[in-house]
């Protein structure tokens, strides 16, 4: 049976909430309503979203596929699906490794000045959190802050 990738709806609040914490990827603002989820017979497994800012921003944010499922494409097909409802500009953070996966969807690492501002206070906050994290763990990864501009193909490429 082929993934779906579909709109969240209440009853996937519990897997979506387990499979972000999983995760240790921010906790706030994870209301299914902004969700799409990727199911497999019944079972979710994985989990974005574009989460709104009150300054009209958007973000890439909440992007999970639990471990058994992991390399088979369904972070890409919920990317894609995700990036086909928005326009230009969306925003994301990633730690450094993953910068390459997100840079084939037309995202381009930016400094904090070029963020909206309501971004730019979560990417500080979001560094000082792995800075400390780093003090507890002896390992740090810094937060990088990525934009997918204007003109940016909306669709996966065609073979």
């Keep these: 049976m082929p993934i779906t990738i579909r709109p969240a709806t209440a ?4 897997a979506i909430t387990a499979l972000v914490r999983a995760a240790r990827l921010n906790p706030l603002r994870i209301g299914w309503r902004t969700f799409l989820v990727a199911e497999d017979a019944g079972r979710v497994v994985g989990v974005g979203q574009v989460r709104p800012h009150g300054d009209g921003s958007r973000e890439l944010a909440s992007l999970v596929v639990v471990r058994d499922h ?4 369904i972070g890409t097909q919920l990317t894609w699906a995700l990036l086909a409802r928005e326009t ?19 995202f381009q690492g930016i400094e904090r000045g070029d963020l909206p501002p309501v971004l730019a206070q979560m990417h500080r906050l979001a560094n000082l959190i792995a800075a400390v994290s780093a003090r507890l763990i002896g390992h740090h990864t810094p937060i990088i802050a990525m934009r997918r501009a204007e003109g940016s193909r909306s669709t996966p490429p065609t073979i």
Excluded: N, V
Excluded at 70 to 73: C, D, K, N, V, Y
């Design 70 to 73: 992991r390399g088979a494409g």
């Design 11 to 14: 009853a996937d609040q519990p």
């Design 88 to 106: 230009p500009p969306t925003y994301l953070f990633c730690q450094a490794p993953t910068a390459a996966f997100y840079a084939r969807f037309g």
